[in-house]
């Protein structure tokens, strides 16, 4: 089918309603720059179509009185969309796409070309150009679509720019598509993400921060997301959650978008399933340990979960998912790799300099730099716990840390609740190694953790479980690795040290315990631990 070319002024005159919205010359100039000759009159008014919100079949309706859209589509496909990707992908430093008619007017706002009352600076507002200048007319322009849903305030963020820039470079540069940020609770896992989201908020399309604290359903959250991104679609939305995945995991294809959930550990299931018995007075742990190791798994009903973060590894796209955990699941240990598109960054404490920024940020400023080493090494710059403790000794102390020191207790209140919560989730064979790790000053590599166990507890345990038993303590967050040998923090093992005096105490009266050891055993470990403790703290 040959169609009749309309001559130069027909072209001009139509959709001219263009040039009232926006910068057509400076968009015709750049275009032309980045092609490599100046634009064709139908290429023009192609592109004042789609300036005027037209589908090619609206266009092709217009302009041939056709009902067919093929030659506009080709003609668009072939080179409206190649010249305009390449002029936007080349302006922002990364790759654009444009995959849908509706999508031009959309990309091309952003970069500045729609006309405002108030003059613009640039037609395309490179990465690291109007820092100063930049008016806030260009900043709202500029900002992707965002639902920031209960992220928390971040104006006061201390340290943690090493890990920043890290995770700046794996997201916009190296294409990671998944980012797991790992640690023990406290760490400062939920101000880390928005704070980064932040950082990086202008280099996406779309920003969405949803928290897990109160567990949605995998339905819930992936109804939200695609209300937010898929508003007023023109697609079906699939009636299943399956076909809602691959709905979403299709439009991260096609757009940038950054995808936050905190708090994923959640909707993780409890690993505590020790069998019970009971008694006429109460019911108690059964004395012999299952030696079973289940792996870190969802609870019931939200499997759909690992679904999701599965594809959003696996498959192909430009958007990023960022998850918050004490725990890693199973699917992103198999998918992250230092060279592959999923990744995991484990948080740990706060540097000296840092966690004296939150001291003083409380009101305690006259701090001696031995006082404040102490405890600081105490609690392994965890910044909850700073936080917690900072309070406790304006409260109670009136400031004074020296007698905060002197009463001898380092794990209370909060910091005991946070502790218990991630304790409980484990399972009697990690209870096991937790236990005897805290026993021990000097960190202890996986051999030596299989030759030896509690002393006075039978029957051995196998190196299998022992090696799956270290790996699970790993990916909860509750060990640190240094090379190959693994250690609790201070505040851990004394937290550790606590449950252990307090459960043989009980249990001593109650039954014989899978965790009972000898007394006289028992007082020679426990008194060595508080002796070494001491004269750590005081060199």
Not at 186 to 210: C, H, M, N, P
Request: some cysteine.
């Amino acid at each position: 089918m040959v169609i009749a070319t309309p001559d130069s002024n027909q072209i001009e005159e139509e959709f001219v309603e263009a040039k009232n919205n926006w910068e057509l010359e400076k968009l015709y100039v750049d275009l032309a720059s980045t092609k490599g000759k100046a634009l064709t009159p139908v290429e023009k008014k192609f592109l004042r179509g789609l300036l005027c919100g037209c589908s090619p079949a609206e266009i092709a309706s217009i302009v041939y009185q056709s009902r067919s859209s093929s030659t506009v589509r080709v003609y668009l496909s072939n080179g409206l969309y190649k010249y305009i990707e390449e002029m936007l992908s080349n302006a922002a430093g990364y790759s654009v796409k444009v995959k849908n008619w509706s999508r031009v007017t959309y990309l091309l706002e952003k970069a500045g070309y729609k006309k405002y009352r108030f003059p613009l600076p640039a037609t395309i507002i490179p990465k690291q150009v109007q820092k100063n200048q930049e008016t806030e007319l260009v900043k709202m322009q500029s900002t992707s679509i965002q639902d920031w849903g209960e992220a928390i305030d971040v104006s006061v963020f201390h340290g943690r720019t090493t890990e920043l820039t890290k995770t700046q470079q794996w997201i916009l540069q190296e294409g990671c598509r998944l980012l797991l940020l790992l640690g023990m609770g406290g760490i400062g896992k939920t101000a880390f993400s928005v704070k980064l989201a932040q950082e990086i908020q202008e280099q996406f399309d779309y920003v969405i921060w949803r928290s897990l604290r109160l567990s949605p359903s995998p339905e819930q959250i992936i109804e939200q997301l695609i209300q937010t991104l898929l508003p007023k679609s023109d697609t079906v939305i699939s009636e299943t959650i399956e076909g809602r995945i691959s709905q979403l995991i299709d439009f991260f294809r096609n757009n940038r978008c950054l995808i936050v959930l905190d708090n994923f550990d959640a909707i993780l299931a409890s690993s505590d399933n020790s069998p019970t018995f009971t008694t006429s007075h109460q019911t108690i742990k059964n004395s012999f340990p299952p030696f079973l190791l289940p792996k870190i798994q969802y609870r019931p009903g939200y499997e759909l979960y690992g679904e999701l973060i599965q594809r959003v590894g696996e498959s192909q796209h430009q958007s990023c998912l960022i998850l918050t955990s004490r725990e890693k699941t199973p699917e992103i240990a198999a998918l992250e790799g230092l060279t592959l598109p999923v990744r995991c960054l484990r948080l740990t404490g706060l540097n000296q300099s840092e966690s004296l920024s939150i001291l003083k940020c409380k009101g305690l400023f006259n701090i001696s730099e031995d006082k404040f080493r102490v405890l600081s090494e105490q609690y392994a710059g965890n910044p909850l716990f700073l936080k917690l403790i900072a309070t406790t000794i304006q409260e109670l102390f009136n400031g004074n840390i020296d007698e905060f020191t002197a009463q001898g207790t380092v794990v209370f209140g909060e910091i005991r609740a946070i502790l218990d919560h991630q304790f409980h989730r484990l399972s009697q064979l990690e209870k096991h190694l937790m236990y005897w790790l805290a026993m021990n000053q000097n960190a202890v590599s996986v051999k030596q953790l299989q030759k030896n166990t509690i002393p006075g507890l039978s029957p051995r345990l196998s190196q299998r479980l022992i090696l799956e038993a270290v790996d699970l303590l790993h990916k909860r967050s509750l060990i640190e690795q240094q090379a190959s040998s693994f250690s609790q923090t201070p505040v851990l093992r004394e937290y550790m040290i606590e449950r252990l005096v307090e459960e043989n105490l009980t249990l001593s009266e109650e039954q014989e315990s899978y965790f009972l050891m000898s007394q006289k055993i028992f007082a020679a470990h426990l008194k060595n631990h508080i002796k070494q403790s001491r004269l750590n703290a005081e060199i």
